[in-house]
């Protein structure tokens, strides 16, 4: 899984995208667009969110918001197709403010960002709620079309300057494993 | 890939009941395996299903769609869907969501049992 061949983004030596930063990546991951992989990929979104000093509730939600981001890419991107590649880096950026930034790279289908928004949850019916949960549990979420093919995710959370154990509300996502 | 789709669900019939009891994260690989077991459970037309999350630690937006068809379903065949044992991470969805106050969850089975929710 690991290593960023074939990424257009070629290890961010070219030009830069917007909203991007020069800080250098922690984590590079390419994966195959197969649902088997969120798990996994939660589990090391997880461990890294931990040891960066996020707290249980920040933790389950990054790994909620990046398994949102991949399911749509694999539904919606790749139409469910198994062999489309999905590129995922992390990195801390330290300014204006100190903050996990998680891009998500893919080839698949572009669209247009105006068009990709959460539907009126008072509309309750099955599907729809990704991006609604992605906006909600992170501080950033952009979308925007990638050159030449696929789209490109910028999701960002900030880094707490210290852990708050006492909050124990609203524990979405943490994997099966990190129950404490 | 394909090996670790398939869905754990523990199903107990009593009387005018069904409990389901689906074990595990529920994400995208593995929604499609409840999706299908929960239409079979509700093609009985049971009373009432109980669906059992307490050993659910983990569920993303395709599990909660599944819930939601199942809801859908489950009026449709005058069947009564509850809700029980739901960790707080998994409740925490379904309030980002707004769909807390859609569906009927209760603290655990023995409640939803005893209560007849």
Known sequence: MAGMGGSPSGGRTGHR?????????????????????????RAMLTSLSERLGFDEVETGHLALAVDEALANVIRHGYDGATDGRIWISARVVDEPTRR???????QGRQIDPA??????????RPGGLGVHLMREVTDSCEFERRTPAGMRL??????????????????????????? | MTSGNEM???????????VASPVGEIDLARSPSLRSRLGELLGEKPPRLIIDLSKVPYMDSSGVATLVEALQVSRSKNSTLVLAGMQDRVRSVFEIARLDTVFTIVAD??????DGS
Not at chain 1, 17 to 41: F, I, K, N, T, Y
Not at chain 1, 115 to 124: E, K, Q, S, T
Not at chain 1, 166 to 177: F, I, L, M, Q, S
Request: proline fraction near 9%; hydrophobic fraction near 35%; aromatic fraction near 0%.
């Open chain 1, 115 to 124: 068009m990709i928004r959460p539907r009126d949850l008072d509309d309750v």
């Open chain 1, 154 to 180: 910028v999701l960002e959370k900030s880094i707490p300057t210290s852990r708050s154990p006492g909050r124990r509300d609203n524990k979405a996502g943490t994997p099966e494993n990190g129950t404490p």
């Open chain 1, 17 to 41: 995208e917007a909203g991007m930063s020069d800080a250098p990546s922690l984590m590079r991951l390419e994966l195959v667009s197969q649902p088997e992989l969120l798990a996994p990929v």
């Open chain 2, 109 to 114: 089975t023995a409640t939803a049992i005893r």
């Open chain 1, 100 to 106: 996990l930034q998680i891009e998500i790279e893919d």
């Open chain 2, 8 to 18: 754990q669900i523990d199903v107990d019939r009593r009387d005018d009941l069904v």
